[in-house]
């Protein structure tokens, strides 16, 4: 009797066999690459331990050997400076360590001598950049302002002294030039003669309010910055100016023509002579 075999069952078996064994294949592969990966951090991290360990070894090691080195080396020259002076040895130990640390000191001055430059270097390369951005910035830079322009300087704080006094005097120039154009530009007597009342208000609140800042500013104990007490000084002229100004426009004319009867008002009706 002959059996009868289903080629379905057959064709699937196969399938899953085949997919079993890819399964199978994917995970030897991935637990390979795992096992490698841990070996590799665990053979990294083995080498760096043995390589600062080494390292450091090496460096104490050789750090011993100098020190031993130049303790027979010092030792060595001081001996042998001494019996070429008669045999004073403690001469010979202490002009070799007299020495030493003159040579020491010697190395550092130099070492200071090239940070110093080197500040200056910096400093200097800071502040002509800073100076070509007023170029850009304004056409010209505050150097304009100084007759000094070719300076060579020895140190740091020298370079930063000029610096300041230069700025400084740049600031007040602008300062004062400003403050002339802003007196130019207000015609006072004009806007008095056109508003009298206005103005003359106007001059005694600022006067009032001026005399209440300046009052302020000498209770306080605390002192303003630069910046702030050359703005405040700025602005207190400016405005202290104009109130002067209007009360010359304003208030003097009022008196001159209370006081005098015969004035253009009323020249032609209260001084006309009595010929009767």
């Known amino acids: 009797m002959a059996s009868s075999v289903d080629p379905t069952t057959i064709t699937g078996s196969a399938e899953e066999e085949s997919f079993v ?5 994917m995970l030897a592969y991935g637990a390979s690459y795992a096992d490698a990966k841990v070996d590799c951090l665990a053979a990294a991290t083995k080498q760096s331990y043995t390589s600062l360990l080494t390292k450091t070894t ?3 090691l050789g750090t011993v050997i100098l020190l031993i080195a130049v303790s027979f080396l010092m030792y060595g020259m001081a001996t042998g400076l001494g019996w070429a002076l008669g045999g004073n040895l403690w001469l010979g130990f202490v002009l070799t360590g007299g020495g030493l640390i003159v040579g020491k000191l010697v190395l550092s001055k130099v ?13 200097t390369k800071k502040y002509e ?7 850009n ?3 010209h830079d505050m150097m304009c302002h100084s007759d000094k322009k070719n300076i060579t300087f ?7 002294s000029w610096r300041a006094a230069v700025a400084k005097a740049a600031f007040l120039e602008k300062k004062n030039h400003l403050k002339q154009e802003v007196m130019n530009d207000m015609d006072v007597k004009a806007l008095t003669q056109k508003y009298p009342l206005t103005t003359t208000g106007v001059a005694g609140t600022a006067g009032f309010m001026l005399a209440g800042c300046i009052g302020n500013s000498h209770a306080h104990e605390k002192q303003p910055s630069v910046q702030m007490s050359s703005e405040k000084s700025f602005f207190s002229e400016v405005l202290a100016s104009l109130v002067v100004d209007v009360l010359k426009e304003s208030v003097i004319p009022l008196v001159k023509v209370r006081a005098d009867p015969c004035s253009s008002h009323t020249k032609e009706k ?5 010929i009767a």
Do not use: D, M, Y
């Open 21 to 25: 064994c890819q399964l199978q294949e």
């Open 58 to 60: 090496q460096a104490l």
């Open 111 to 123: 070492g200071a001598v090239q940070t110093k430059k080197k500040s200056l270097r910096i400093t």
């Open 129 to 135: 950049q800073e100076l070509e951005a007023q170029r």
């Open 137 to 139: 910035r304004f056409g």
């Open 154 to 160: 020895k140190s740091e704080s020298e370079f930063l």
């Open 270 to 274: 209260s001084c006309e002579p009595n």
